[in-house]
């Protein structure tokens, strides 16, 4: 069992930056795929960020390329997500998500899933 806690999220402007953490306890945390998924009111979760057992290898929604940059730490059992020239379509609750598998794309589904954490930009 892994658990997953989120942690950064707000309000911010458009134009602003945000960076989300995601705390995971229970098992090694190396040996996980690890990514970030959102979702906005009325719509479909979707998927945000990947990043490899060793942060070597990363992938992005064509949505967030070049704004956002997923980023783990091994030592602390920390993953990240740093968000930057925040758009209002960016506002929805933003997940963590482990799995045994890459978390490559929106065709990704990770076994374990954090409570998430509500990220708003406002204009």
């Known amino acids: 069992q892994v658990q997953l806690v989120e942690s950064g999220g707000g309000l911010v402007q458009d134009g602003g930056s945000l960076r989300l953490s995601c705390a995971a306890s229970?098992?090694?945390?190396?040996?996980?795929?690890m990514g970030w998924f959102r979702q906005a009111p009325g719509k479909e979760r979707e998927f945000v960020s990947g990043?490899?057992?060793?942060?070597?290898?990363?992938y992005y929604a064509d949505s967030v390329k070049g704004r956002f940059t997923i980023s783990r730490d091994n030592a602390k059992n920390t993953l990240y997500l740093q968000m930057n020239i925040l758009k209002r379509e960016d506002t929805a609750v933003y997940y963590c998500?482990?799995?045994?598998?890459?978390?490559?794309?929106?065709?990704?589904?990770?076994?374990?899933w954090g409570q998430g954490t509500q990220v708003t930009v406002s204009s």
């Open positions: 998500a482990a799995g045994i598998l890459p978390i490559t794309t929106a065709q990704a589904t990770p076994r374990y």
């Open positions: 229970g098992r090694t945390f190396s040996n996980y795929y």
């Open positions: 990043i490899s057992k060793n942060g070597g290898s990363t």
